[in-house]
């Protein structure tokens, strides 16, 4: 077989893999999907998917480590293979409807599964510039389209299939991974990682999502009467996470650093688009979402071979964050949700494709940056404007809560016997809402408030603190 073939088929491995373990760990955090359950049991699995992708993040360097240990290109596709089936086996058994006990250990094992492969396939492919677009082109586009591809779908079977990974993905995965096994060579050698950068990457990564997440409960567990209070809390947990992600990218190599730096602005850029496309309804063809928002990942990325400039790429991005802050309602919907997602992806994709980490596990680390920023994900969408609670028993309009001025511009219609907790953020029902209930809720456009032209604020001094960030790092800092 011709090195180019083979290099061909490495690639396509590394798109389809890193698409599917994407694909599983922005699900778990926007997935559409519908219980019976009591409320106790509706906050155990919004715990679990929020555990279960940190969890799954922090596997993923370790795993990368260990294949750059090992050194064989054939053991990190089997590794591949194995765990991809193991996802595709667990998503076709609760395809049928399961439990919600059963679905939580579902949802800790595959995102668990989905870091692994990440790590590996990364490992696999890091290194050759054809496996690292690969890898990228799989991941970011999943981060950014995994919920307008689960929305282009009817709505009732993705609440039935609990938003799960299509099926076309995963076996076009296995393949291609097996694929990858049978025509590696064994002379082919992975990047080697020292014992310093293995630590660095481990500690940094594992810091990270336990600091995203305990910081992500903070900001959901403040009391809705407090919107001053929690627009401090927000604050307080943005400047920690980018301060965290400051001091890793001065403490490792150069390119490392960056690359942190820079996949920290892309999370922050990218959440206001992904709120909009977590609405309950969109009038716009979602499938739409998803063929521009590839092909602006591949472009940006292509651009990023020929001309490296990563700040061009943040700016870009920017453009939308900014818009935002002072046009709140603007393109939320519609073609002009379409040309945002372009933006965001084609900026997105030639920042990170300029500025690649040297270190496959460092790699790793910056490609599941944006799954694992919640803080983000939280942040971009403001303050809860109201919560509702309960179990009902008939099909009719909600009654307005007493002393709760939101609640009388809330309408709904609520099949027979379902628990509904609906938290809308912002003008969308943002994840809460739309996973646990799925479909019957109507939610009112309310006119925009401070808090819709403050979380665009947030993310663009988030942006501006990663520029000046990755402008400032040592030329020569520790290794």
């Not at 193991?86 to 250990?105: E, H, K, P």
Request: hydrophobic residues 55%.
């Amino acid at each position: 077989m011709s090195p180019n073939l083979r290099e061909l088929i490495n690639a396509l491995g590394a798109l389809a893999t890193g698409a599917l373990a994407g694909f599983v760990l922005a699900d778990a955090r926007g997935g559409t999907w519908g219980f019976v359950a009591s409320p106790g049991q509706i906050e155990r699995w919004q715990a679990s998917v929020a555990d279960s992708v940190a969890i799954g993040i922090a596997l993923a360097i370790p795993a990368c480590a260990l294949m750059a240990y090992k050194g064989s290109r054939r053991l990190a596709w089997i590794s591949i293979v194995a765990l991809a089936s193991i996802v595709t086996g667990l998503t076709i058994s609760r395809a049928g409807g399961a439990t919600i006990d059963f679905a939580i250990a579902v949802q800790y094992v595959r995102a668990g599964a989905a870091g692994l492969i990440l790590g590996c396939a990364t490992a696999a492919v890091w290194g050759r510039i054809s496996g690292q677009l690969a890898v990228a082109i799989g991941t970011l586009s999943a981060y950014l389209l995994a919920r307008a591809w689960i929305k282009s779908g009817d709505l009732g079977a993705a609440a039935a299939q609990f938003g799960d990974p299509p099926r076309t993905l995963m076996f076009v995965a296995i393949v291609l991974a097996v694929a990858a096994a049978v025509t590696a060579q064994s002379a082919y050698r992975l990047q080697r990682l020292d014992a310093r950068t293995i630590r660095w990457a481990v500690a940094a990564a594992i810091a990270f999502v336990v600091v995203n997440r305990l910081l992500f409960s903070w900001i959901t567990d403040q009391p809705l009467d407090s919107r001053f209070g929690t627009w401090v809390v927000i604050g307080i947990s943005i400047a920690v996470v980018l301060v965290l992600v400051d001091l890793i990218a001065r403490a490792v190599s150069r390119p490392n650093g960056q690359f942190l730096l820079v996949a920290t602005a892309v999370a922050a850029g990218a959440t206001l688009v992904l709120n909009d496309v977590r609405q309950a309804y969109l009038t716009v063809d979602t499938w739409w979402i998803v063929i521009v928002g590839i092909v602006a990942v591949a472009v940006g990325l292509r651009i990023s071979v020929l001309w490296k400039h990563p700040i061009a790429g943040l700016g870009v991005m920017a453009v939308v964050p900014l818009v935002a802050a002072i046009w709140p309602d603007f393109g939320t919907d519609g073609p002009l949700l379409v040309i945002r997602v372009a933006i965001v992806g084609l900026g997105a994709a030639h920042a990170l494709g300029s500025t690649f980490a040297a270190d496959s596990a460092f790699a790793t680390f910056g490609l599941a940056i944006p799954y694992a920023a919640t803080v983000f994900t939280v942040a971009a969408a403001g303050p809860p404007r109201y919560v509702i609670e309960g179990t009902t028993s008939y099909k009719g309009s909600y009654e307005p809560l007493i002393g709760v001025p939101a609640s009388q511009e809330v309408t709904q219609e609520l099949s027979a016997g379902i628990s509904l907790r609906l938290q809308a953020r912002g003008d969308s029902t943002s994840m809460d809402g739309e996973m646990i209930f799925g479909r019957g809720v109507s939610l009112p456009k309310h006119p925009a408030d401070l808090d819709d032209h403050l979380g665009p604020i947030a993310m663009l001094l988030a942006m501006a603190f990663c520029v000046v960030g990755v402008v400032t790092l040592p030329k020569k800092n520790a290794a």
